[in-house]
T-cell receptor, first 111, second 116 residues
């Protein structure tokens, strides 16, 4: 099955700086890579996703890059704000039939 | 929008009893729903994939006789934890996938199960 690894497990940045979270996957058949933000005690919320036919996608301060050859994808958050503090999960899926999540990154943005 | 509800949000039960958790997609039909388990400060662990009208597909290590999943309609999947024990205490989250392509999934709010 798919194995998704995520790094780092914790990340602290100063407000205004950028944050980068990286994930690798093992199944070359995976073709959909969403990123979720989960605040304490709440449900995961999709913040951005990318499909295997695209190398990069951007939505305001958030961007995701995908390297299919190396089987890794990354989340980039620019101009971080305190409200960006949360746990972020990457995931990989093959045609949406199964989703496998990374271990999560706890991001703290220091005001 | 895409709204997924889950009921109950929190349940406490005695060891040995069974607990049913419902997951509903409120504004779309979900041919596929997923059940996850999440321990504090840990990631979501996929337990099973629930397909409407067919048997659920369980992940390795998940006891299908203990975690009964029924996907009776396009908007409802249920997870029943049978003969619950304290080690089953966890946060259970469902999600529903839109049927379009590799559709994104939308999560329910989760159910916190505490087994005494």
């Amino acid at each position: 099955g798919e194995n998704v690894e995520q790094h780092p497990s914790t990340l602290s940045v100063q407000e205004g700086d950028s944050a980068v979270i990286k994930c690798t996957y093992s199944d070359s058949a995976s073709n959909y890579f969403p990123w979720y933000k989960q605040e304490l005690g709440k449900r995961p919320q999709l913040i951005i996703d990318i499909r295997s036919n695209v190398g990069e996608k951007k939505d305001q301060r958030i961007a995701v890059t995908l390297n299919k050859t190396a089987k890794h994808f990354s989340l980039h958050i620019t101009e971080t704000q305190p409200e960006d503090s949360a746990v972020y999960f990457c995931a990989a899926s093959n045609t949406g039939n199964q989703f496998y999540f990374g271990t999560g990154t706890s991001l703290t943005v220091i005001p | 929008g895409a709204v997924v509800s889950q009921h109950p949000s929190w349940v406490i039960c005695k060891s040995g009893t069974s607990v049913k958790i419902e997951c509903r997609s409120l504004d779309f039909q979900a041919t596929t729903m997923f059940w996850y388990r999440q321990f504090p400060k840990q990631s979501l662990m996929l337990m099973a994939t629930s397909n409407e009208g067919s048997k659920a597909t369980y992940e390795q290590g998940v006891e299908k006789d203990k975690f009964l999943i029924n996907h009776a309609s396009l908007t409802l999947s249920t997870l029943t934890v049978t003969s619950a024990h304290p080690e089953d205490s966890s946060f259970y989250i469902c999600s529903a996938r839109k049927p379009v392509g590799a559709g994104e999934q939308f999560f329910g709010p989760g159910t916190r199960l505490t087994v005494l």
